[in-house]
């Protein structure tokens, strides 16, 4: 066909429409050359994704901030928030605190330079100074641990496997200084006794024992993989929500109501103990503390999250 016979199709089609009104005659097209829309996997969405997509409940929970393109300013939130951090650095006993002034002691074990405090479970643990916690209306206390992992929590015995303590802050019966039975406080265990269960677990109580709020996770603290970064676990305690909840790894593990009514300023915190227990006969941590952070505030699920993500060596 010579160039002055071919039109395209479109072209023919216009053309057949034009004469279609000049002559008042229908045109009959062939279906052949009708504009087909596209298809929707060559590129039409039903359903396409909105350009400010509204965030997640978890982004929102509690006042949680979720890591997004600007993430230093949800850096700085976090932390605005911190009110101590201890994060192992240095030589010796002292405990620095980098946010403030509450340094801490080292008791039976030396800081080597290494960024991590090994404690040996035999009574070996950290003291810090009193009045950390019921200063606060809300907290959240964020630990970065390589836990040793503890068969003889098991057993039924009172081996000293039992109720490793990752941190407590509260008295005993005995006073300042003194282990005993715990009267007013708060803690967080890897794994108490098999009466108990054996997952992780989390208490507080201004009545003792026997009438403590407490959550118990799915499992125990899980053993880290990953002995340079650790696990991550964060105990919150929401006074506005009278919530207790456990995070492992920047995820939710549990989140329930507290039996008691949350009041920090009725701990009298005056032992203040990473690795070791109010409750005499209880089993100190067996481990390495790597990074340990006190909020002075409930941290959202988007929050611990986004903490997770930055890992221990975050410069908040």
Known sequence: ???????????????????????GCPQLVDDSFKVRAESPEVGMDDNPEPSNPEPSRAETDA??????P???DASAELRALLTHRYDF????????????TAHGTSIGASLDGSGKLYLAGDDQYVDLPTGL??????????CWVNWAGSPASYSRDGTTGAWQS???????????????TGTRYLYLTPQPARDYGTNVRAGYSLTGFNSESYVSGKRPLPVSSDTQRGTQIVYVLDSSQNRLAIYIDGSLEIAMPSSQKIDLS????????LGRSLFVGSASFQGDLLDVRIYGAALGAAQVELSSELGPDAEL
Not at 89 to 99: A, F, K, P, Y
Not at 135 to 141: D, E, H, T
């Open 266 to 273: 009725a701990i009298s915190d005056v032992n203040n103990w």
């Open 1 to 23: 066909m010579s160039p002055s016979f071919y039109r395209p199709a479109v072209g023919w089609l216009a053309q057949s429409l034009l004469l279609g009104v000049l002559t």
């Open 70 to 72: 600007d993430q230093a």
């Open 166 to 180: 990752l941190f407590t802050f509260g008295i005993s019966d005995q006073g300042e200084g003194q282990q005993g």
């Open 63 to 68: 006042g949680g901030v979720a890591p997004g």
């Open 89 to 100: 650095t240095g030589r010796g006993n002292t405990v620095l605190d980098s946010i403030g």
């Open 133 to 142: 916690i019921s200063k606060l209306k809300s907290v959240s206390i964020e």
